[in-house]
């Protein structure tokens, strides 16, 4: 069976798609969202509008839990060491298959790295790419990635996590994959700075395009494929999130860039992994101009003139 923790739009999004292969268990942490859901059959919090098929099963506890089971984490970055830490006795040896977007700000591991560190006899893997919850819960067609160091365990996960509008690809690089969706969300802020601030679909590109080129630099310094990174969990979502105001980091970021305020309680998983990166790369010695410039606007450090004048400014190189 396969156990989905975390009921937020992407873990709701992808029982409802997973629910066409076989029942699914959906966990909450709140056990009134639990009752909610399962007095109106949506998950109005989180991802409202979408009929939950009746073999979607509710819980907040995992007492029926069977290690044999595969379990989908669809909690936010910065809570996965909590949620695996609170679930170690019961997940210890399960296929555990991240499907967050980040890198830890304490300590600037990966979701795979985590796990691995946490469940140590457990299978790792991770489920990423362009995807909007929207999207695959409407049954639109999609595209991602699964990757997992054990070819074998990474096939079993491919088949079983592949339904008629999710087409799965496999890969056995999983610091490529989490680098490329840990990465791809402080693009698509610094996206939405560029679009916020009007400062053209130009400068977008050149931003997509020498973005993609840091973060091919870091994972590839991190031990990634470069590869891997012009894929589905690289490039393909940079694409995907730095030109839709579908992707929340690129709303945030043209809040930023429109000095507006932005609702705190939306997840935007690019604005702490921006720092953690920054830190990565000042201690890896690895030169993210961008990154630097997005981080400095996140923290309220840099205006976007002042940003734009210090990534304008630098010495002419070669590409
Ligand atoms: N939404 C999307 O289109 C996609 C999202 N992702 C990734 O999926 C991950 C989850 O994002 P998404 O589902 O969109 O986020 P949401 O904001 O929709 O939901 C977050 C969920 O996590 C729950 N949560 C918060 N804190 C904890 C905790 N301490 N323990 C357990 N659960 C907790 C929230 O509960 P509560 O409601 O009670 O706060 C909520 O159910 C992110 O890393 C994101 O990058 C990946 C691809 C697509
Ligand atoms: O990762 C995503 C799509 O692939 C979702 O993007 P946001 O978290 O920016 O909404």
């Known amino acids: 069976m396969i156990t989905v923790m975390g009921a937020g739009a992407f873990g709701t999004a992808l029982a409802v798609s997973l629910s066409r292969n076989g029942p699914v268990r959906l966990w909450a942490h709140d056990a009134r969202h639990v009752e909610a859901m399962q007095r109106t059959g949506q998950n109005e919090r989180r991802l409202p509008g979408v009929p939950l098929p009746t073999n979607i099963t509710f819980c907040a506890g995992l007492e029926t839990f069977s290690s044999e089971d595969t379990v989908l984490l669809a909690v936010p970055m910065q809570r996965l060491r909590g949620v695996l830490e609170g679930h170690r006795g019961v ?120 973005g993609f080129a840091e973060m091919t630099r870091m994972a590839v310094a991190l031990g990634a494929e470069p590869e891997t990174l012009a894929g589905l969990s690289g490039f393909g979502d940079l694409v995907l999130t730095c030109t839709s105001e579908q992707s929340r980091n690129y709303r945030f970021g043209l809040s930023l860039g429109r000095n507006e305020a932005f609702d705190p309680s939306v997840t935007v998983e690019g604005a702490a992994t921006a720092r953690a990166v920054h830190e ?39 590409e």
Do not use: W
Request: aromatic share 2%.
């Open 91 to 210: 997940l210890s040896q399960a296929r555990l298959v991240a499907c967050c977007k980040g890198m830890e700000l304490s300590t600037g591991k990966g979701p795979v790295q985590i796990v691995q560190e946490i469940c140590h006899a457990a299978t790792p893997a991770i489920l990423t790419g362009p995807s909007f919850a929207a999207d695959i819960a409407k049954g639109l067609p999609t595209a991602l990635t699964l990757a997992c160091a054990d070819v074998r365990a990474g096939e079993a996960l491919q088949q079983a996590l592949t339904t008629p509008n999710l087409r799965i690809y496999r890969t056995s690089d999983t610091i490529g994959a989490e680098l490329g969706g840990a990465l791809k969300n402080v693009m698509a802020i610094g996206a939405g700075v560029v679009m916020g601030a009007a400062l053209g679909d130009s400068a977008r590109a050149a931003l997509m395009t020498r």
């Open 280 to 318: 990565k790369a000042q201690a890896l010695g690895l030169e993210m101009p961008i990154t630097t410039a997005i981080t400095g606007l996140i923290s309220g450090e840099l205006q976007v003139d002042q940003a734009m004048d210090m990534l304008l400014s630098r010495p002419l190189k070669e």
